[in-house]
Protein backbone atom coordinates (compact mmCIF):
# COMPACT_ATOMS: atom_id res chain seq x y z
CA UNK A 1 0.00 0.00 0.00
CA UNK A 2 1.44 3.38 -0.74
CA UNK A 3 1.48 6.05 1.63
CA UNK A 4 1.68 8.98 -0.98
CA UNK A 5 -0.91 11.39 0.11
CA UNK A 6 -3.14 13.03 -2.71
CA UNK A 7 -2.55 16.36 -4.27
CA UNK A 8 -4.38 19.05 -2.39
CA UNK A 9 -3.75 22.45 -4.33
CA UNK A 10 -3.13 25.52 -2.61
CA UNK A 11 -6.10 26.87 -1.04
CA UNK A 12 -4.88 30.85 -1.58
CA UNK A 13 -2.82 31.40 -4.64
CA UNK A 14 -0.91 34.48 -6.23
CA UNK A 15 0.03 34.33 -9.67
CA UNK A 16 2.44 36.53 -11.05
CA UNK A 17 0.71 39.14 -9.75
CA UNK A 18 1.37 42.89 -9.89
CA UNK A 19 -0.53 45.81 -8.23
CA UNK A 20 -0.06 49.68 -8.90
CA UNK A 21 -1.80 52.53 -8.16
CA UNK A 22 -2.10 55.53 -10.21
CA UNK A 23 -0.76 58.77 -8.27
CA UNK A 24 -0.30 62.10 -8.87
CA UNK A 25 3.05 62.42 -10.74
CA UNK A 26 3.89 58.39 -11.32
CA UNK A 27 2.34 54.89 -10.69
CA UNK A 28 2.68 53.71 -7.28
CA UNK A 29 3.77 49.94 -7.20
CA UNK A 30 3.01 47.74 -4.33
CA UNK A 31 3.05 44.24 -5.27
CA UNK A 32 5.63 43.39 -8.25
CA UNK A 33 5.12 39.58 -10.30
CA UNK A 34 4.40 38.10 -6.71
CA UNK A 35 3.90 34.10 -6.90
CA UNK A 36 2.82 32.86 -3.81
CA UNK A 37 0.33 30.51 -2.38
CA UNK A 38 -1.27 29.08 1.30
CA UNK A 39 -1.73 25.62 1.60
CA UNK A 40 -5.54 24.62 3.26
CA UNK A 41 -5.70 24.73 7.04
CA UNK A 42 -2.77 26.68 7.84
CA UNK A 43 -1.94 29.87 9.57
CA UNK A 44 0.44 32.44 7.91
CA UNK A 45 1.15 36.16 9.16
CA UNK A 46 2.22 39.20 6.80
CA UNK A 47 4.12 41.86 8.31
CA UNK A 48 5.80 44.92 6.66
CA UNK A 49 6.07 48.54 6.51
CA UNK A 50 2.92 50.74 6.84
CA UNK A 51 2.20 51.79 3.33
CA UNK A 52 4.18 48.19 2.19
CA UNK A 53 0.86 46.61 0.61
CA UNK A 54 -0.14 44.37 3.29
CA UNK A 55 -4.27 45.56 3.41
CA UNK A 56 -3.84 45.45 -0.10
CA UNK A 57 -2.72 41.79 -0.74
CA UNK A 58 -6.09 40.62 1.28
CA UNK A 59 -8.25 42.97 -0.51
CA UNK A 60 -6.90 41.11 -3.39
CA UNK A 61 -7.15 37.82 -2.10
CA UNK A 62 -10.99 39.34 -1.12
CA UNK A 63 -11.86 40.41 -4.37
CA UNK A 64 -12.61 43.76 -3.03
CA UNK A 65 -9.57 45.06 -5.14
CA UNK A 66 -8.49 43.76 -8.50
CA UNK A 67 -4.70 43.35 -9.61
CA UNK A 68 -3.42 45.14 -12.54
CA UNK A 69 -1.91 41.78 -13.75
CA UNK A 70 -2.13 38.76 -12.94
CA UNK A 71 -4.45 35.91 -11.42
CA UNK A 72 -5.36 35.27 -7.84
CA UNK A 73 -7.09 31.88 -7.11
CA UNK A 74 -9.04 30.88 -3.72
CA UNK A 75 -9.64 27.06 -3.83
CA UNK A 76 -9.04 26.74 -7.42
CA UNK A 77 -11.03 29.57 -8.25
CA UNK A 78 -9.56 32.34 -10.29
CA UNK A 79 -11.50 35.46 -8.11
CA UNK A 80 -9.72 37.91 -10.00
CA UNK A 81 -11.50 37.19 -13.11
CA UNK A 82 -15.29 36.76 -11.38
CA UNK A 83 -18.00 39.17 -12.72
CA UNK A 84 -19.05 41.95 -10.39
CA UNK A 85 -22.89 39.52 -10.02
CA UNK A 86 -20.69 36.59 -9.11
CA UNK A 87 -18.66 38.51 -6.43
CA UNK A 88 -21.41 38.78 -3.55
CA UNK A 89 -21.32 34.84 -3.29
CA UNK A 90 -17.57 34.63 -3.39
CA UNK A 91 -17.26 36.78 -0.37
CA UNK A 92 -20.45 35.42 1.54
CA UNK A 93 -19.62 31.51 1.05
CA UNK A 94 -15.40 31.64 0.73
CA UNK A 95 -13.83 34.36 2.28
CA UNK A 96 -14.34 35.44 5.82
CA UNK A 97 -12.71 38.74 6.74
CA UNK A 98 -12.24 40.56 10.30
CA UNK A 99 -10.79 44.01 9.64
CA UNK A 100 -8.98 47.15 12.24
CA UNK A 101 -12.36 48.47 12.64
CA UNK A 102 -15.45 46.27 13.45
CA UNK A 103 -17.89 47.37 10.60
CA UNK A 104 -20.95 45.69 13.19
CA UNK A 105 -24.46 47.42 12.23
CA UNK A 106 -25.02 49.99 15.00
CA UNK A 107 -28.97 49.51 13.78
CA UNK A 108 -28.60 45.96 14.72
CA UNK A 109 -28.38 43.90 17.94
CA UNK A 110 -25.45 41.80 18.37
CA UNK A 111 -27.03 38.43 17.26
CA UNK A 112 -28.45 40.00 14.21
CA UNK A 113 -25.32 40.99 13.06
CA UNK A 114 -23.70 37.21 13.26
CA UNK A 115 -27.12 35.60 11.68
CA UNK A 116 -27.78 38.05 8.93
CA UNK A 117 -24.80 37.14 6.65
CA UNK A 118 -26.16 33.46 6.67
CA UNK A 119 -30.02 34.43 6.07
CA UNK A 120 -29.13 36.58 3.25
CA UNK A 121 -26.53 33.68 1.65
CA UNK A 122 -29.73 31.67 1.61
CA UNK A 123 -29.59 29.78 5.15
CA UNK A 124 -33.34 29.68 6.97
CA UNK A 125 -33.34 32.25 9.27
CA UNK A 126 -34.12 29.57 12.77
CA UNK A 127 -30.64 27.77 11.63
CA UNK A 128 -28.57 31.03 11.14
CA UNK A 129 -29.46 31.95 14.09
CA UNK A 130 -29.19 28.89 16.34
CA UNK A 131 -25.28 28.78 14.47
CA UNK A 132 -24.82 32.11 15.84
CA UNK A 133 -25.80 32.06 19.19
CA UNK A 134 -22.83 28.76 19.20
CA UNK A 135 -20.24 30.88 17.69
CA UNK A 136 -20.75 33.77 19.96
CA UNK A 137 -21.08 31.49 22.78
CA UNK A 138 -17.72 30.35 21.81
CA UNK A 139 -16.21 33.76 21.52
CA UNK A 140 -17.47 34.34 24.71
CA UNK A 141 -20.46 36.66 23.53
CA UNK A 142 -23.74 35.18 24.21
CA UNK A 143 -24.59 36.80 26.77
CA UNK A 144 -24.60 40.38 25.15
CA UNK A 145 -26.59 38.78 22.08
CA UNK A 146 -29.54 41.42 22.67
CA UNK A 147 -27.17 44.19 23.00
CA UNK A 148 -26.23 46.88 20.45
CA UNK A 149 -22.85 47.56 18.95
CA UNK A 150 -22.96 51.25 20.99
CA UNK A 151 -22.64 49.77 24.22
CA UNK A 152 -19.88 47.30 23.75
CA UNK A 153 -16.20 47.55 24.98
CA UNK A 154 -13.70 47.40 21.35
CA UNK A 155 -12.46 43.69 22.52
CA UNK A 156 -16.27 42.60 22.18
CA UNK A 157 -17.01 44.28 18.95
CA UNK A 158 -13.94 42.49 17.47
CA UNK A 159 -15.25 39.19 19.08
CA UNK A 160 -18.90 40.02 17.70
CA UNK A 161 -16.57 40.21 14.34
CA UNK A 162 -15.22 37.02 14.68
CA UNK A 163 -18.39 35.45 15.13
CA UNK A 164 -19.62 37.25 12.00
CA UNK A 165 -16.66 36.12 9.52
CA UNK A 166 -17.23 32.63 10.34
CA UNK A 167 -20.72 32.38 10.15
CA UNK A 168 -21.07 31.28 6.86
CA UNK A 169 -18.41 28.34 7.44
CA UNK A 170 -15.61 30.20 4.71
CA UNK A 171 -12.67 27.99 4.46
CA UNK A 172 -10.16 30.96 3.97
CA UNK A 173 -10.48 33.79 7.23
CA UNK A 174 -8.53 36.92 6.62
CA UNK A 175 -7.93 39.39 9.43
CA UNK A 176 -6.33 42.59 8.57
CA UNK A 177 -4.88 44.14 11.78
CA UNK A 178 -7.81 42.92 13.45
CA UNK A 179 -6.18 43.73 16.85
CA UNK A 180 -4.73 46.87 16.21
CA UNK A 181 -6.96 49.29 17.81
CA UNK A 182 -7.02 47.33 21.26
CA UNK A 183 -5.23 47.53 24.70
CA UNK A 184 -3.27 45.03 25.44
CA UNK A 185 -5.54 42.65 27.65
CA UNK A 186 -8.14 42.73 25.15
CA UNK A 187 -5.50 41.96 21.75
CA UNK A 188 -4.20 39.01 24.06
CA UNK A 189 -7.81 37.73 24.11
CA UNK A 190 -8.92 38.53 20.67
CA UNK A 191 -5.56 36.63 19.61
CA UNK A 192 -6.53 33.63 21.58
CA UNK A 193 -9.58 33.46 20.36
CA UNK A 194 -8.84 33.71 16.86
CA UNK A 195 -6.29 31.55 16.85
CA UNK A 196 -8.05 28.71 18.55
CA UNK A 197 -11.38 29.13 16.07
CA UNK A 198 -9.01 28.62 13.36
CA UNK A 199 -7.36 25.59 14.34
CA UNK A 200 -10.84 24.47 15.64
CA UNK A 201 -12.45 25.08 12.37
CA UNK A 202 -9.71 23.96 10.48
CA UNK A 203 -9.36 27.59 8.68
CA UNK A 204 -6.92 29.04 6.39
CA UNK A 205 -5.55 32.03 7.71
CA UNK A 206 -3.83 34.89 6.55
CA UNK A 207 -2.88 37.47 9.23
CA UNK A 208 -1.91 41.45 8.65
CA UNK A 209 -0.49 42.38 11.80
CA UNK A 210 2.41 45.07 13.02
CA UNK A 211 2.63 42.64 16.31
CA UNK A 212 5.72 40.61 15.66
CA UNK A 213 4.84 38.33 18.62
CA UNK A 214 1.23 37.68 16.93
CA UNK A 215 2.88 37.63 13.69
CA UNK A 216 4.94 34.57 14.99
CA UNK A 217 2.33 32.43 16.21
CA UNK A 218 1.14 31.60 13.11
CA UNK A 219 2.24 28.35 11.57
CA UNK A 220 4.26 30.34 8.62
CA UNK A 221 5.72 34.21 8.84
CA UNK A 222 5.98 36.24 5.60
CA UNK A 223 7.64 39.92 5.66
CA UNK A 224 6.18 42.00 2.54
CA UNK A 225 8.84 44.32 1.31
CA UNK A 226 10.01 45.69 -2.51
CA UNK A 227 6.02 44.10 -3.46
CA UNK A 228 7.13 41.00 -2.63
CA UNK A 229 6.94 38.57 0.35
CA UNK A 230 10.26 37.19 1.92
CA UNK A 231 9.96 34.14 4.92
CA UNK A 232 10.81 35.12 8.33
CA UNK A 233 12.49 33.30 10.22
CA UNK A 234 10.65 32.16 12.87
CA UNK A 235 11.17 31.32 17.04
Known amino acids: MSDTQPFEPPLLEYRSVTKTFTGHTEDLLILKDLTWSLPARV ?18 AAALDRPTSGTIAVAGKPVSALKEKELSGFRAKTVGIIFQFHF ?9 NVWMPAWLAGEPKKSAQARAHDLLAQVGMDSRSQDYPGVLSGGERQRVALARA ?12 PTGNLDERNSHLVQEL ?42
Open 166 to 177: LINDPPLLLADE
Open 104 to 112: LLKEFSVAE
Open 43 to 60: SASITGESGAGKSTLLHL
Open 194 to 235: LLDLVTKTQKTLLLVTHDRAFAQRCQQSWRLTAGTLVPEAMP
